[in-house]
């Protein structure tokens, strides 16, 4: 049973630029949850998305900032007009229908730079 | 609102040795659980032990074993036996109703050979 997979795992885009990171979740899993880790801080929690639908946004930016799970394919989280700010690496996890220990599967993060 | 707090930045241990690692928390829910990832140099967050709130007895996987204070909101992290490989970032995080994952910042730990 493959793990949750992102990509791409390093980004480098410049300012201005649109950054749009992938999620895939375990197999199994229709929950995802995305995270944003600055250098030297924990992980800060951004969304809650169930397949189609918006559960928490509230750690999400209000601007610029989106995130989607489309019934067929990966997760999305995307930045428009990107800035140095946004450097950071983004995870994201995913966990069943109702799992038994709320644990949250995480995958291996995207590293993002902004030059 | 939740809140997860680890007071120490960093830690050191000698190998083979134990180390406790300390975490605060704070919830108003009944119902939640509680973590300690391990965040090595790969960045990977791996899961390392949990914690349902609602048992008394502390959890253990091998080598790390949790005290769980409930009426203190203490959470902490025993590693005994140290090895190199236990030289990581470890963050305790606390996740009430399958939502959210609240983390601390962190404690860095290091293994002296």
């Known amino acids: 049973n493959a793990g949750v997979m992102q990509n791409p795992r390093h980004l480098v885009r410049r300012r201005g630029q649109e950054a749009r990171l992938r999620c895939s979740p375990m197999?199994?899993?229709?929950?995802v949850y995305w995270y944003r880790q600055l250098p030297e801080e924990g992980l800060k929690f951004m969304v809650y998305?169930?397949?189609?639908?918006?559960?928490?946004e509230s750690g999400m930016p209000k601007e610029r900032f989106s995130a989607e799970f489309p019934k067929e394919g990966p997760s999305i989280l995307r930045i428009q007009q990107v800035v140095r700010g946004d450097s950071a690496a983004y995870f994201c996890?995913?966990?069943?229908?109702?799992?038994?220990?709320?644990?949250?599967?995480f995958g291996p993060g995207t590293r993002l730079t902004v030059l | 609102a939740q809140t997860v707090t680890q007071s120490q930045p960093e830690m050191s241990v000698q190998e083979a040795e134990t180390v406790t690692l300390s975490c605060t928390y704070d919830?108003?829910?009944?119902?939640?659980?509680l973590f300690w990832y391990k965040q090595p140099p790969s960045r990977q967050m791996i899961l390392v032990i949990r914690q349902e709130a609602y048992k008394q007895q502390n959890a253990t996987e091998n080598r790390f074993s949790v005290n769980f204070q409930k009426a203190a909101k203490s959470f902490s992290l025993k590693i005994s036996d140290s090895q190199l490989g236990d030289a990581a970032m470890y963050f305790c995080a606390s996740n009430t109703g399958g939502f959210k994952t609240i983390f601390g910042a962190g404690t860095r730990l290091f293994v002296k050979a």
């Open positions: 996890a995913s966990s069943p229908i109702r799992g038994s220990s709320n644990e949250q599967f």
């Open positions: 998305l169930q397949k189609e639908n918006i559960i928490d």
């Open positions: 197999k199994g899993h229709s929950h």
């Open positions: 919830t108003s829910e009944s119902d939640y659980y």
